[in-house]
């Protein structure tokens, strides 16, 4: 397989940089002849001679450089050796080879050799179509919840359910790496035991606890959100479900410092807790000059609760203080601990403990969504049953339901009815149909009689389930399944239509919160730990305000249909208080969101985030190299060649410490074995060095220093200075980024890595988004529309 440390740098590389990056393998064996080989045409004729003018002296004899024998290489048969082809297609298009300082080809050479390269491999596409075979596709942890949260209107926490799954590709949703062990089977049957027994209201539940701890780092001064009682500060809100009809035990605890000291007993204060908005109690917590430690006596958080009952059901449970009109709002006293900072007032989790006095299953969305029918009379409950069970099923696996399938489920309801009724039997088939391989997969079978490696579109109902995997991470709806069912979807109007209507959609967000949290490398936010030293006011706030701010800007950007290229110049962002105050800008007051347009154009676009600045720094430094290995990376799709072993790290002695970054990189880079990989990336990282590890703003290392130098130079000789530099030198490659974009939206869509074959439908798309301005939706759809996505290769009969 083509993995991505095999694609091509970025930038153009010396020739002994080139070699060790792209590791092609040619074949020298005589190709057969094909319907993409024609030796005599005149255009095979002209390109083979400018590859002998400009690309023997270095491919050639024992010593070819990469082992690339391009003086035997049969440059008319585009068939053998595709991986080869297609890298040298990369490299060509983004003159990268030759290298620099060697003779190159006029603009009109490059051109007409790249476009004999890719008319030859689009036309073998053409002709004899290679979509790829998908393997056996695991649902990941995230779209299980999904596909739960989906089928039974059901909102479950797989994190504490499930373990993470691997990565492949750069996504965890790649069928290679979703491997099924002994010990997942048993996570799978537990999980589905517990769903399908809170699902049902199982009314047997013994008594659980399930505590809510609020990040210690996060300050609790203002107003939560818009969803937080008018007039409240600080505290925390949760949704919890409560399984059944019955009584709750509800207890709030304080926050604590790590000493375990109580914190914010100065003076009075009133805690509100809330249940869907509704007041359950008013507490006081009386006033307490003294030093306060968990152990030392009755806690001053004893009292913090409340037996209250409640009806089934996803609730949202409050606990809040009244806002105390004496401190202006945004301001907090902080006061410095031994090793954190601590704060005035503070809820430091809450506990739900329950169920007591069990007095029903009541009526929940989820009970609406599985009993479907209700007996009136014992002679009407198996017909019912098989109802609810083949509407369960059908769902659940995606498809209609066979006969069989159904008998199968009616004999384990039978099973679990004979001794609990018919809430019981449904429980234990419902139990079966979460760990069924119908639906823990995303199977695809081959028709009937299809031979041995023939190509075939796939099936309405297999199109509706990729669909709805890429687009939601989730099972398909109600209209999708139907159309799907009918036969329609594969219509091209009826696709779009559908497309449209998805994007559209809310659960869409997955699409944000799984793709391009991970291309980006949004997940890590929740990961990074800031030197409390070097980043003192570094909080649990600001960690949530740099994830939100990307989600939304993305969020807003596939909403409104921008161009992908937007990405990189969008001159508007969204800000709460916290983050504004990070970025230095004013007139932001509160909690809540809201667009705002950035008057400084080093903030514009992705490379101005806080978020990904954060990311790609070290906790108590920026990381120059981690910085430029992420743009050739993650944006314009050329990561550098993997680092040579043992190299040694940056010193950190007492003279390093008084030399800048760049000249402790200069440093570095004055090893020959690292100096070959950093001249690609520190050029990119050093146009960055103004915004320090957290993204803010600044204008030299440290006081007394002079001013930071972002300027920067490409081997190609492009010189940049600064954020806005280099978004200029990206914008210049804006083509580079969307093939990139491409290749990483087409990748997370199809659930594997991107091979060579697949690359004339990359193209394709390319060419018909571009007639579109490269808008989200154009990609969207010329992906779902590729071959790679609405075809598949029959089985060569090996497993």
């Not at 994190?159 to 996570?187: C, H, K, M, T, W």
């Not at 769902?395 to 066979?402: D, E, G, I, L, T």
């Not at 916290?578 to 004013?586: K, N, P, S, V």
């Not at 939706?777 to 290769?793: A, C, D, E, N, Q």
Request: net charge neutral; charged share 25%.
């Amino acid at each position: 397989m083509r993995t991505r440390s095999l694609a091509s740098i970025g930038i153009a590389l010396a020739a002994a940089v080139f070699c060790s990056a792209v590791t092609l393998t040619a074949q020298n064996s005589p190709a057969p002849t094909s319907a993409a080989q024609d030796p005599s045409s005149a255009a095979a004729t002209a390109n083979r001679a400018t590859l002998d003018r400009f690309c023997i002296a270095c491919h050639r004899g024992p010593t070819a450089v990469a082992g690339l024998h391009l003086d035997t290489f049969d440059i008319s048969n585009f068939e053998t050796n595709g991986a080869t082809w297609e890298k040298l297609a990369r490299k060509l298009r983004n003159r990268e080879m030759p290298p620099a300082d060697m003779r190159r080809p006029d603009e009109a050479t490059y051109s007409a050799l790249v476009k004999y390269i890719e008319t030859g491999r689009d036309h073998l596409a053409e002709v004899k179509p290679n979509p790829g075979r998908p393997t056996l596709h695991r649902l990941n942890r995230t779209e299980y919840g999904n596909a739960v949260r989906d089928l039974l209107a059901l909102e479950i926490d797989v994190a504490d359910l499930l373990p993470a799954d691997d990565i492949g590709y750069g996504f965890d949703n790649i069928g290679d790496v979703l491997q099924v062990s002994p010990v997942l089977l048993e996570r799978y049957l537990s999980v589905a035991r517990k769903i399908s027994r809170t699902a049902v209201g199982d009314t047997t539940i013994p008594v659980s606890y399930q505590t809510y701890d609020v990040p210690h780092r996060l300050i609790q001064d203002d107003r939560l959100g818009e969803t937080a009682p008018v007039g409240s500060r600080g505290g925390t809100i949760v949704r919890h479900l409560f399984p059944v009809d019955g009584e709750y035990e509800i207890s709030v605890a304080l926050a604590r410092n790590r000493d375990d000291e109580y914190l914010g007993l100065q003076r009075e204060r009133k805690l509100d807790l809330r249940l869907d908005d509704q007041r359950l109690q008013l507490f006081t917590i009386a006033a307490n000059p003294k030093k306060v430690v968990l152990g030392s006596g009755t806690p001053p958080d004893a009292h913090l609760k409340i037996r209250v009952p409640v009806k089934a059901g996803t609730r949202e449970l409050a606990a809040t203080f009244l806002k105390d009109t004496l401190i202006k709002e945004g301001i907090i006293d902080r006061i410095r601990g031994d090793d954190v900072l601590t704060y005035f007032e503070g809820v430091g989790s809450i506990t739900v403990a329950g169920p007591f006095n069990v007095q029903g299953s009541g009526n929940t969305a989820t009970r609406d969504r599985i009993f479907i029918c209700h007996p009136s009379a014992a002679a009407e409950q198996q017909a019912c049953a098989k109802k609810i069970l083949s509407n369960l099923a059908h769902h659940a696996y995606r498809r209609p339901v066979s006969d069989g399938e159904t008998a199968q489920l009616l004999a384990l309801y039978n099973e679990g009815a004979r001794n609990g009724g018919l809430e019981s039997g449904v429980r234990l088939a419902l139990q079966k149909i979460l760990v069924s391989p119908e639906f823990l997969f995303r199977a695809e079978v081959d028709p009937p009689g299809a031979a041995a490696g023939t190509v075939y579109k796939i099936s309405d109902i297999e199109l509706a389930s990729r669909l709805s995997f890429f687009l939601w991470s989730s099972i398909p709806d109600d209209q999708l399944l139907a159309v799907a069912e009918s036969g329609r979807l594969s219509d091209p109007s009826v696709l779009q239509g559908q497309v449209k209507r998805m994007l559209a959609d809310p659960r869409s967000q997955a699409l944000v919160k799984n793709f391009a949290g991970q291309w980006l490398y949004l997940r890590n936010i929740a990961r990074i730990s800031p030197d409390q030293t070097t980043f003192p006011n570094f909080d649990d706030n600001l960690r949530e305000a740099l994830a939100k701010e990307t989600e939304l800007l993305i969020e807003s950007q596939v909403r409104e249909d921008h161009p992908v290229t937007d990405l990189l110049t969008t001159d508007y962002t969204f800000l709460n208080e916290r983050l504004a105050e990070h970025y230095g800008i004013r007139g932001i007051y509160g909690s809540e969101f809201r667009r705002v347009k950035l008057e400084d154009p080093n903030r514009y676009g992705l490379l101005g985030q806080a978020s990904i600045l954060a990311v790609t720094s070290y906790p108590n430094r920026t990381a120059p190299t981690i910085r430029g290995k992420w743009v050739l990376e993650q944006l314009l799709g050329s990561p550098p060649p993997p680092p040579p072993p043992n190299v040694p790290s940056l010193k950190d002695d007492a003279t390093a410490q008084q030399m800048t970054m760049r000249q402790r990189m200069e440093q570095h880079r004055a090893n020959p074995t690292c100096a070959a990989c950093h001249r690609l990336m520190d050029p990119l990282g050093f146009a960055l060095e103004n915004f320090d590890g957290l993204g803010n703003w600044r204008v030299a290392t440290a006081p007394g220093s002079g001013p930071i130098d972002a300027s920067g130079t490409t081997p190609d000789g492009t010189a940049f200075n600064g954020p806005a530099g280099l978004r200029d030198v990206l914008m210049k490659k804006q083509d580079m980024f969307v093939e990139n974009f491409t290749e990483r939206l087409l990748t997370y869509a199809l659930g594997r890595g991107v091979e060579e074959y697949d690359y004339a439908a990359l193209r394709t798309i390319a060419r018909d988004a571009a007639a579109d301005k490269q808008k989200w939706s154009s990609i969207i759809l010329g992906i779902v529309k590729s071959t790679p996505f609405r075809m598949r290769r029959a089985s060569d009969g090996d497993l």
